[in-house]
Protein backbone atom coordinates (compact mmCIF):
# COMPACT_ATOMS: atom_id res chain seq x y z
CA UNK A 1 0.00 0.00 0.00
CA UNK A 2 0.98 3.57 -0.43
CA UNK A 3 0.23 6.49 1.19
CA UNK A 4 0.42 10.08 0.58
CA UNK A 5 -0.58 13.19 1.80
CA UNK A 6 -0.75 16.67 0.36
CA UNK A 7 -1.44 20.38 1.77
CA UNK A 8 -3.14 19.30 5.16
CA UNK A 9 -4.01 21.95 6.76
CA UNK A 10 -4.76 21.82 11.21
CA UNK A 11 -5.78 24.90 13.14
CA UNK A 12 -7.13 24.90 16.78
CA UNK A 13 -8.98 28.10 17.22
CA UNK A 14 -6.25 30.77 16.23
CA UNK A 15 -3.52 28.09 16.95
CA UNK A 16 -2.31 27.10 13.29
CA UNK A 17 -0.80 23.36 14.26
CA UNK A 18 -0.11 22.35 10.33
CA UNK A 19 0.59 24.57 7.72
CA UNK A 20 0.38 22.57 4.06
CA UNK A 21 2.17 19.82 5.42
CA UNK A 22 2.85 16.49 3.23
CA UNK A 23 3.82 13.42 3.44
CA UNK A 24 4.43 9.83 1.33
CA UNK A 25 5.21 6.26 2.28
CA UNK A 26 5.73 3.50 0.29
CA UNK A 27 5.04 -0.15 1.25
CA UNK A 28 7.70 -1.77 2.73
CA UNK A 29 9.83 1.15 3.55
CA UNK A 30 10.44 3.06 7.50
CA UNK A 31 9.50 6.78 7.25
CA UNK A 32 10.73 9.05 9.97
CA UNK A 33 8.84 11.51 10.90
CA UNK A 34 10.79 13.89 13.14
CA UNK A 35 10.76 17.49 14.75
CA UNK A 36 9.99 18.87 18.10
CA UNK A 37 7.53 18.60 20.69
CA UNK A 38 5.13 20.25 19.53
CA UNK A 39 6.25 20.73 15.96
CA UNK A 40 2.85 18.73 14.28
CA UNK A 41 3.61 15.50 14.29
CA UNK A 42 1.10 13.94 16.52
CA UNK A 43 -1.89 16.23 15.14
CA UNK A 44 -0.61 14.75 11.67
CA UNK A 45 -0.80 11.31 12.39
CA UNK A 46 -3.95 12.05 14.57
CA UNK A 47 -5.26 12.72 11.20
CA UNK A 48 -4.02 9.66 9.16
CA UNK A 49 -5.68 7.71 12.17
CA UNK A 50 -9.10 9.06 12.33
CA UNK A 51 -8.66 10.93 15.30
CA UNK A 52 -8.85 14.48 13.99
CA UNK A 53 -10.13 15.70 10.86
CA UNK A 54 -7.78 18.03 8.48
CA UNK A 55 -9.39 21.66 7.94
CA UNK A 56 -7.95 21.23 4.27
CA UNK A 57 -5.52 18.53 2.20
CA UNK A 58 -5.94 15.32 0.92
CA UNK A 59 -4.87 11.52 1.81
CA UNK A 60 -4.57 9.40 -0.67
CA UNK A 61 -3.92 5.35 -0.39
CA UNK A 62 -2.93 3.75 -3.58
CA UNK A 63 -4.00 6.63 -5.34
CA UNK A 64 -7.47 6.71 -3.92
CA UNK A 65 -9.27 9.71 -2.14
CA UNK A 66 -9.89 8.58 1.60
CA UNK A 67 -11.17 10.54 4.84
CA UNK A 68 -11.43 8.76 8.21
CA UNK A 69 -14.21 10.47 10.57
CA UNK A 70 -12.34 7.68 13.74
CA UNK A 71 -10.04 5.39 14.26
CA UNK A 72 -12.41 2.50 13.19
CA UNK A 73 -12.34 3.39 9.52
CA UNK A 74 -8.54 4.35 9.44
CA UNK A 75 -8.32 1.10 10.55
CA UNK A 76 -10.17 -0.31 8.84
CA UNK A 77 -8.25 1.42 5.80
CA UNK A 78 -5.31 -0.95 7.13
CA UNK A 79 -3.95 1.44 8.99
CA UNK A 80 -2.65 1.03 12.68
CA UNK A 81 -1.80 3.73 15.06
CA UNK A 82 0.74 2.82 18.38
CA UNK A 83 -0.02 6.19 20.33
CA UNK A 84 2.56 7.91 22.63
CA UNK A 85 -0.26 7.67 25.09
CA UNK A 86 -0.62 4.46 25.67
CA UNK A 87 -4.49 3.08 24.93
CA UNK A 88 -4.65 0.17 27.25
CA UNK A 89 -6.65 -0.58 29.88
CA UNK A 90 -4.99 -1.29 33.29
CA UNK A 91 -7.96 -2.86 34.92
CA UNK A 92 -7.72 -5.80 31.86
CA UNK A 93 -5.43 -8.75 31.26
CA UNK A 94 -2.94 -8.40 28.64
CA UNK A 95 -4.89 -10.86 26.40
CA UNK A 96 -8.21 -9.24 27.07
CA UNK A 97 -6.15 -5.62 25.99
CA UNK A 98 -4.85 -7.46 22.88
CA UNK A 99 -8.18 -8.07 21.78
CA UNK A 100 -9.98 -4.92 22.43
CA UNK A 101 -12.63 -4.91 19.60
CA UNK A 102 -11.65 -8.30 18.22
CA UNK A 103 -13.17 -10.59 20.30
CA UNK A 104 -12.70 -14.52 19.70
CA UNK A 105 -16.41 -15.68 20.10
CA UNK A 106 -17.35 -19.15 20.53
CA UNK A 107 -20.50 -20.52 18.62
CA UNK A 108 -22.70 -20.22 21.40
CA UNK A 109 -21.47 -16.47 21.83
CA UNK A 110 -18.98 -16.37 24.86
CA UNK A 111 -16.03 -15.38 24.79
CA UNK A 112 -13.07 -17.57 23.71
CA UNK A 113 -10.65 -16.70 27.28
CA UNK A 114 -8.74 -19.98 26.38
CA UNK A 115 -8.07 -19.35 22.63
CA UNK A 116 -7.59 -15.41 23.26
CA UNK A 117 -5.22 -16.40 25.51
CA UNK A 118 -3.14 -19.38 23.22
CA UNK A 119 -2.89 -16.58 20.43
CA UNK A 120 -1.34 -13.82 22.87
CA UNK A 121 1.27 -16.36 23.98
CA UNK A 122 2.08 -17.28 20.39
CA UNK A 123 2.94 -14.37 19.78
CA UNK A 124 5.13 -13.34 22.54
CA UNK A 125 6.60 -17.07 22.59
CA UNK A 126 7.69 -16.19 18.56
CA UNK A 127 9.54 -12.54 19.92
CA UNK A 128 11.29 -14.43 22.99
CA UNK A 129 9.24 -12.32 25.31
CA UNK A 130 8.15 -14.31 28.98
CA UNK A 131 5.18 -12.67 30.04
CA UNK A 132 1.76 -13.98 31.01
CA UNK A 133 -1.30 -13.32 28.83
CA UNK A 134 -3.15 -13.51 32.00
CA UNK A 135 -1.03 -10.85 34.05
CA UNK A 136 -3.12 -7.87 34.96
CA UNK A 137 -1.77 -4.24 32.57
CA UNK A 138 -1.56 -2.70 36.36
CA UNK A 139 1.21 -4.63 37.02
CA UNK A 140 3.19 -3.85 33.90
CA UNK A 141 6.28 -1.82 33.85
CA UNK A 142 6.07 1.14 30.76
CA UNK A 143 7.97 -0.81 28.67
CA UNK A 144 6.26 -3.73 28.89
CA UNK A 145 2.68 -1.81 28.58
CA UNK A 146 4.72 -0.69 24.88
CA UNK A 147 5.58 -3.95 23.72
CA UNK A 148 1.72 -5.22 24.50
CA UNK A 149 0.79 -2.19 22.16
CA UNK A 150 2.97 -3.06 19.82
CA UNK A 151 1.87 -6.51 19.08
CA UNK A 152 -1.42 -5.53 19.23
CA UNK A 153 -0.73 -3.67 16.36
CA UNK A 154 0.91 -6.83 14.59
CA UNK A 155 -2.07 -8.48 15.31
CA UNK A 156 -4.09 -6.68 13.22
CA UNK A 157 -2.40 -7.49 9.71
CA UNK A 158 -2.21 -3.68 8.94
CA UNK A 159 -0.25 -2.51 5.80
CA UNK A 160 0.63 1.06 7.09
CA UNK A 161 1.26 1.09 11.11
CA UNK A 162 1.91 4.62 13.00
CA UNK A 163 4.54 4.03 15.67
CA UNK A 164 5.11 7.31 17.87
CA UNK A 165 7.89 6.87 20.05
CA UNK A 166 7.80 3.04 20.39
CA UNK A 167 11.11 2.66 22.26
CA UNK A 168 11.46 5.42 24.15
CA UNK A 169 10.91 3.00 27.47
CA UNK A 170 12.88 -0.05 26.31
CA UNK A 171 15.93 -1.72 26.92
CA UNK A 172 18.78 -2.03 24.18
CA UNK A 173 17.35 -5.84 23.75
CA UNK A 174 14.14 -4.42 23.56
CA UNK A 175 14.47 -2.59 21.02
CA UNK A 176 16.38 -4.66 19.24
CA UNK A 177 13.19 -7.18 19.20
CA UNK A 178 11.33 -4.71 17.95
CA UNK A 179 13.11 -3.54 15.18
CA UNK A 180 13.55 -7.20 14.22
CA UNK A 181 9.66 -6.93 13.93
CA UNK A 182 9.73 -3.64 11.88
CA UNK A 183 12.40 -5.65 9.26
CA UNK A 184 10.08 -9.01 8.82
CA UNK A 185 7.00 -6.25 8.57
CA UNK A 186 9.02 -4.57 5.72
CA UNK A 187 9.79 -7.89 4.16
CA UNK A 188 5.81 -8.89 4.16
CA UNK A 189 5.40 -5.16 2.25
CA UNK A 190 4.06 -3.20 5.48
CA UNK A 191 4.73 0.52 5.88
CA UNK A 192 6.09 1.72 8.76
CA UNK A 193 5.67 5.27 9.59
CA UNK A 194 8.33 6.07 12.94
CA UNK A 195 7.99 8.83 14.84
CA UNK A 196 10.92 9.23 17.76
CA UNK A 197 13.58 12.05 18.93
CA UNK A 198 16.20 8.93 18.95
CA UNK A 199 18.26 9.73 15.76
CA UNK A 200 20.53 7.55 16.45
CA UNK A 201 17.27 4.48 16.21
CA UNK A 202 16.21 7.02 13.13
CA UNK A 203 19.74 6.24 11.37
CA UNK A 204 19.82 2.71 11.56
CA UNK A 205 15.96 1.39 11.01
CA UNK A 206 14.89 4.49 8.93
CA UNK A 207 14.89 4.60 4.97
CA UNK A 208 13.06 8.21 4.67
CA UNK A 209 12.56 11.32 6.46
CA UNK A 210 10.14 14.32 6.67
CA UNK A 211 11.03 16.87 9.37
CA UNK A 212 8.32 19.06 10.80
CA UNK A 213 9.25 22.44 12.41
CA UNK A 214 6.51 24.73 13.71
CA UNK A 215 3.68 23.48 12.08
CA UNK A 216 5.79 23.06 8.50
CA UNK A 217 7.48 20.65 6.31
CA UNK A 218 10.95 22.10 6.34
CA UNK A 219 13.30 18.96 4.84
CA UNK A 220 12.49 15.40 3.41
CA UNK A 221 14.88 12.78 2.03
CA UNK A 222 16.45 9.44 2.15
CA UNK A 223 17.85 8.92 5.88
CA UNK A 224 21.14 7.33 3.89
CA UNK A 225 21.79 10.97 2.89
CA UNK A 226 22.02 12.67 6.12
CA UNK A 227 23.67 12.70 9.54
CA UNK A 228 22.12 13.03 12.56
CA UNK A 229 23.78 16.46 13.36
CA UNK A 230 21.74 17.62 9.63
CA UNK A 231 18.98 15.96 11.43
CA UNK A 232 18.89 17.90 14.40
CA UNK A 233 20.17 20.49 12.68
CA UNK A 234 16.44 20.72 10.74
CA UNK A 235 14.50 20.03 13.69
CA UNK A 236 15.16 22.75 15.83
CA UNK A 237 16.54 25.48 13.32
CA UNK A 238 20.00 25.74 14.68
CA UNK A 239 23.02 23.30 15.58
CA UNK A 240 22.72 21.09 18.35
CA UNK A 241 25.28 20.51 21.56
CA UNK A 242 26.94 16.86 21.38
CA UNK A 243 29.60 17.63 23.62
CA UNK A 244 30.11 16.94 27.39
CA UNK A 245 28.57 19.40 29.51
CA UNK A 246 30.78 18.62 33.16
CA UNK A 247 32.44 21.90 33.97
CA UNK A 248 34.44 22.33 37.23
CA UNK A 249 32.31 23.84 40.06
CA UNK A 250 32.91 23.92 43.96
CA UNK A 251 31.63 20.19 45.36
CA UNK A 252 30.62 21.18 48.87
CA UNK A 253 29.23 19.04 51.88
CA UNK A 254 27.89 15.87 51.53
CA UNK A 255 24.26 15.77 51.92
CA UNK A 256 22.98 12.25 51.72
CA UNK A 257 24.25 8.59 52.04
CA UNK A 258 22.43 5.80 51.78
CA UNK A 259 24.26 2.56 53.58
CA UNK A 260 23.70 -1.16 52.81
CA UNK A 261 19.72 -0.44 51.45
CA UNK A 262 18.07 -3.35 50.95
CA UNK A 263 14.05 -4.54 50.41
CA UNK A 264 14.78 -7.74 49.62
CA UNK A 265 12.69 -7.68 46.23
CA UNK A 266 14.64 -4.84 43.75
CA UNK A 267 17.53 -3.52 45.46
CA UNK A 268 20.70 -4.77 47.42
CA UNK A 269 23.47 -3.70 49.99
CA UNK A 270 23.50 -0.20 48.03
CA UNK A 271 25.36 2.19 49.25
CA UNK A 272 26.19 5.97 48.05
CA UNK A 273 26.25 9.50 48.52
CA UNK A 274 25.72 12.89 47.07
CA UNK A 275 27.31 16.39 47.33
CA UNK A 276 25.98 20.14 46.81
CA UNK A 277 27.02 21.17 43.95
CA UNK A 278 27.52 17.81 42.46
CA UNK A 279 25.11 16.01 39.49
CA UNK A 280 25.60 11.99 40.24
CA UNK A 281 24.09 9.58 37.32
CA UNK A 282 22.15 6.57 38.25
CA UNK A 283 22.16 3.95 35.42
CA UNK A 284 21.95 0.21 34.73
CA UNK A 285 19.88 -1.45 32.11
CA UNK A 286 15.31 -1.46 32.48
CA UNK A 287 14.72 -3.19 36.31
CA UNK A 288 17.99 -2.85 38.01
CA UNK A 289 16.41 -1.77 40.77
CA UNK A 290 17.49 1.80 40.59
CA UNK A 291 13.70 3.76 40.38
CA UNK A 292 12.75 1.63 43.37
CA UNK A 293 15.58 2.43 45.39
CA UNK A 294 14.99 5.97 44.95
CA UNK A 295 11.07 6.01 45.33
CA UNK A 296 12.54 4.27 48.26
CA UNK A 297 14.47 6.84 49.22
CA UNK A 298 11.86 9.68 48.60
CA UNK A 299 8.92 7.67 51.09
CA UNK A 300 7.11 5.83 48.38
CA UNK A 301 8.38 2.40 48.44
CA UNK A 302 7.78 -0.05 50.18
CA UNK A 303 9.59 -1.32 53.80
CA UNK A 304 13.52 -1.82 53.56
CA UNK A 305 16.80 -2.67 55.94
CA UNK A 306 19.85 0.15 56.15
CA UNK A 307 20.27 4.03 56.85
CA UNK A 308 19.44 6.96 54.87
CA UNK A 309 21.51 10.28 56.16
CA UNK A 310 20.63 13.80 55.17
CA UNK A 311 22.88 16.39 56.12
CA UNK A 312 24.43 14.41 58.65
CA UNK A 313 21.03 13.41 60.32
CA UNK A 314 19.94 9.97 59.99
CA UNK A 315 16.36 10.04 58.61
CA UNK A 316 13.74 7.68 57.93
CA UNK A 317 11.31 8.45 54.83
CA UNK A 318 7.58 7.31 55.56
CA UNK A 319 6.14 9.35 53.01
CA UNK A 320 6.38 12.21 50.00
CA UNK A 321 5.15 14.50 52.03
CA UNK A 322 8.18 13.73 54.95
CA UNK A 323 10.60 13.99 52.08
CA UNK A 324 9.44 17.21 50.70
CA UNK A 325 9.48 18.73 53.70
CA UNK A 326 13.11 17.73 54.41
CA UNK A 327 13.80 19.28 50.94
CA UNK A 328 14.30 15.90 48.67
CA UNK A 329 12.39 16.54 45.18
CA UNK A 330 11.35 13.66 42.79
CA UNK A 331 10.50 14.04 39.20
CA UNK A 332 9.37 10.57 37.96
CA UNK A 333 10.27 8.67 34.97
CA UNK A 334 6.60 8.69 33.85
CA UNK A 335 5.59 12.18 33.26
CA UNK A 336 1.96 11.38 32.22
CA UNK A 337 1.08 8.42 34.51
CA UNK A 338 2.84 9.87 37.65
CA UNK A 339 4.18 13.68 36.98
CA UNK A 340 1.13 15.30 35.57
CA UNK A 341 -2.42 15.56 36.71
CA UNK A 342 -4.46 15.37 33.44
CA UNK A 343 -7.45 16.95 35.17
CA UNK A 344 -5.44 20.27 36.64
CA UNK A 345 -4.47 23.22 34.42
CA UNK A 346 -1.11 24.07 33.39
CA UNK A 347 -0.97 26.88 36.69
CA UNK A 348 -2.14 24.45 39.44
CA UNK A 349 -0.07 21.27 38.23
CA UNK A 350 2.99 23.72 38.46
CA UNK A 351 2.40 25.34 41.89
CA UNK A 352 0.71 21.73 43.64
CA UNK A 353 3.58 20.74 45.65
CA UNK A 354 3.83 24.27 47.30
CA UNK A 355 0.41 25.03 48.29
CA UNK A 356 1.19 24.02 51.69
CA UNK A 357 3.11 27.31 51.93
CA UNK A 358 0.50 29.27 50.08
CA UNK A 359 -1.93 29.11 52.48
CA UNK A 360 -2.87 31.90 54.55
CA UNK A 361 -5.94 31.16 57.27
CA UNK A 362 -7.80 28.51 55.27
CA UNK A 363 -7.06 30.33 51.24
CA UNK A 364 -4.49 30.29 48.89
CA UNK A 365 -2.15 32.92 48.37
CA UNK A 366 -3.46 33.81 44.74
CA UNK A 367 -0.91 36.64 44.24
CA UNK A 368 1.87 34.64 45.33
CA UNK A 369 1.19 31.35 43.66
CA UNK A 370 0.89 33.17 40.35
CA UNK A 371 4.26 35.61 40.94
CA UNK A 372 6.31 32.37 41.54
CA UNK A 373 5.26 30.27 38.85
CA UNK A 374 5.50 33.07 36.67
CA UNK A 375 8.88 33.12 37.64
CA UNK A 376 9.52 29.52 37.55
CA UNK A 377 8.12 30.50 33.59
CA UNK A 378 10.49 32.55 32.88
CA UNK A 379 13.53 30.41 34.25
CA UNK A 380 12.62 27.73 32.59
CA UNK A 381 11.95 29.39 29.04
CA UNK A 382 8.41 27.37 28.88
CA UNK A 383 6.57 27.52 26.01
CA UNK A 384 2.60 27.59 27.00
CA UNK A 385 -0.76 29.77 26.24
CA UNK A 386 -2.90 30.48 29.41
CA UNK A 387 -2.05 29.47 32.73
CA UNK A 388 -5.53 28.30 33.03
CA UNK A 389 -5.11 25.68 29.95
CA UNK A 390 -5.20 22.05 30.29
CA UNK A 391 -1.75 20.57 30.81
CA UNK A 392 -2.23 18.34 27.90
CA UNK A 393 -2.15 20.89 25.81
CA UNK A 394 1.57 21.46 26.54
CA UNK A 395 3.98 19.54 24.26
CA UNK A 396 6.04 16.93 25.78
CA UNK A 397 8.66 18.78 26.56
CA UNK A 398 7.33 21.77 27.99
CA UNK A 399 5.15 19.41 30.45
CA UNK A 400 8.24 17.94 31.92
CA UNK A 401 9.22 21.46 33.03
CA UNK A 402 6.57 21.96 34.72
CA UNK A 403 7.05 19.29 36.58
CA UNK A 404 10.33 20.39 36.97
CA UNK A 405 9.14 23.94 37.88
CA UNK A 406 6.78 22.49 40.60
CA UNK A 407 9.74 21.20 42.24
CA UNK A 408 11.97 23.50 41.83
CA UNK A 409 9.65 25.51 43.14
CA UNK A 410 10.00 24.04 47.05
CA UNK A 411 13.84 25.11 47.03
CA UNK A 412 15.03 21.28 46.99
CA UNK A 413 18.63 20.34 48.87
CA UNK A 414 18.45 16.96 46.69
CA UNK A 415 16.44 16.23 43.38
CA UNK A 416 16.09 13.14 41.78
CA UNK A 417 15.49 13.06 38.32
CA UNK A 418 13.98 9.56 37.05
CA UNK A 419 14.58 9.71 33.47
CA UNK A 420 14.20 13.31 32.88
CA UNK A 421 14.33 14.08 28.89
CA UNK A 422 11.84 10.78 27.98
CA UNK A 423 9.81 11.41 25.38
CA UNK A 424 11.10 15.11 24.58
CA UNK A 425 12.68 16.53 21.61
CA UNK A 426 16.90 17.25 20.87
CA UNK A 427 16.23 20.69 21.40
CA UNK A 428 13.97 20.54 24.92
CA UNK A 429 16.58 18.15 26.10
CA UNK A 430 19.45 20.69 25.77
CA UNK A 431 17.56 23.09 28.05
CA UNK A 432 16.62 20.38 30.90
CA UNK A 433 20.38 19.15 30.52
CA UNK A 434 20.95 23.51 31.01
CA UNK A 435 18.51 23.15 34.31
CA UNK A 436 20.37 20.37 36.39
CA UNK A 437 23.81 22.25 35.84
CA UNK A 438 22.43 25.59 36.89
CA UNK A 439 20.90 23.36 39.91
CA UNK A 440 24.51 22.17 40.60
CA UNK A 441 25.75 25.08 40.32
CA UNK A 442 24.05 26.69 43.07
CA UNK A 443 24.40 24.02 45.40
CA UNK A 444 21.26 21.58 44.47
CA UNK A 445 22.67 18.05 45.00
CA UNK A 446 21.18 16.50 41.77
CA UNK A 447 20.72 12.62 41.09
CA UNK A 448 20.33 11.45 37.62
CA UNK A 449 18.61 8.42 36.78
CA UNK A 450 18.75 7.04 33.15
CA UNK A 451 19.02 4.59 31.33
CA UNK A 452 20.81 6.44 28.59
CA UNK A 453 24.52 6.57 28.79
CA UNK A 454 25.36 9.09 26.70
CA UNK A 455 23.09 11.33 28.88
CA UNK A 456 24.57 10.46 31.71
CA UNK A 457 28.51 10.97 30.37
CA UNK A 458 27.09 14.65 29.16
CA UNK A 459 25.68 15.54 32.34
CA UNK A 460 27.33 13.94 34.78
CA UNK A 461 30.21 14.11 36.98
CA UNK A 462 30.41 10.87 38.09
CA UNK A 463 27.79 7.71 38.03
CA UNK A 464 26.98 4.47 39.28
CA UNK A 465 26.12 1.74 37.59
CA UNK A 466 23.40 -1.18 38.70
CA UNK A 467 23.19 -4.32 38.10
CA UNK A 468 20.25 -6.61 39.26
CA UNK A 469 19.42 -4.66 42.30
CA UNK A 470 23.26 -4.13 43.30
CA UNK A 471 25.86 -1.43 42.41
CA UNK A 472 28.53 -3.24 39.86
CA UNK A 473 30.67 -0.12 39.75
CA UNK A 474 31.30 3.48 39.48
CA UNK A 475 32.81 5.80 36.33
CA UNK A 476 33.97 9.07 36.04
CA UNK A 477 36.71 10.44 34.63
CA UNK A 478 37.82 7.94 31.63
CA UNK A 479 35.78 5.26 32.75
CA UNK A 480 32.89 7.51 31.96
CA UNK A 481 32.20 5.84 28.66
CA UNK A 482 29.29 3.77 26.83
CA UNK A 483 31.76 0.71 26.96
CA UNK A 484 32.85 0.81 30.35
CA UNK A 485 29.06 1.71 31.28
CA UNK A 486 27.41 -1.45 29.33
CA UNK A 487 30.23 -3.45 30.69
CA UNK A 488 29.03 -2.99 34.33
CA UNK A 489 25.30 -3.15 33.22
CA UNK A 490 25.54 -6.42 31.96
CA UNK A 491 27.12 -7.74 35.15
CA UNK A 492 30.95 -7.18 34.26
CA UNK A 493 34.00 -5.21 36.27
CA UNK A 494 36.08 -2.49 35.01
CA UNK A 495 38.89 -4.86 35.00
CA UNK A 496 37.48 -7.47 32.76
CA UNK A 497 36.85 -4.56 30.25
CA UNK A 498 40.50 -3.59 30.18
CA UNK A 499 41.29 -3.84 26.83
CA UNK A 500 38.61 -4.77 24.98
CA UNK A 501 37.45 -3.33 22.00
CA UNK A 502 34.01 -2.46 20.66
CA UNK A 503 32.17 -2.21 17.45
Known amino acids: MTLEMHDICKSFGSNVVLKSVGLSLEGGKVCALLGENGAGKSTLMNILGGVLSADS ?34 DLTIYENMFIGKEIKKKNGLLDAAEMCKRTQQIFDKMGFELDPNTMVRDLDASYKQIVEIFRALMMQASIIIMDEPTSSLTDSEVERVFDMVRTLKEHGVGIIFISHKLKEVMRICDQYTVLRDGKMVASGAVADVTTDELAHDMVGHDVRTEAL ?31 GEVLGVTGLLGDGRTELFQTIFGVGGNYTGTVTLEEKTVRMKSAMQALRLGIGY ?32 LIDRVRQNT ?26 NQQKIVLAKWLSTGPKVLILDNPTQGVDVGAKEEIYDIIL ?22 CDRALVMYHGAVQGEVSGDTMNEQDIMCLATGGSLLEN ?3 TYE
Not at 372 to 397: P, Y
Open 57 to 90: GEILLDGKPVSFHDPAESLSAGIAFIHQELNLIN
Open 372 to 397: EFDEQVRSLHIKMGKKTDSITSLSGG
Open 438 to 459: KLADMGVAVIVLSSEAQEIIRV
Open 331 to 362: VPRNRKENGIIKDMDILENGSIVMLSKLVRHG
Open 498 to 500: EGK
Open 246 to 276: QRQREVKHEVLRGEDLSDGVHFSNVSFCVRS
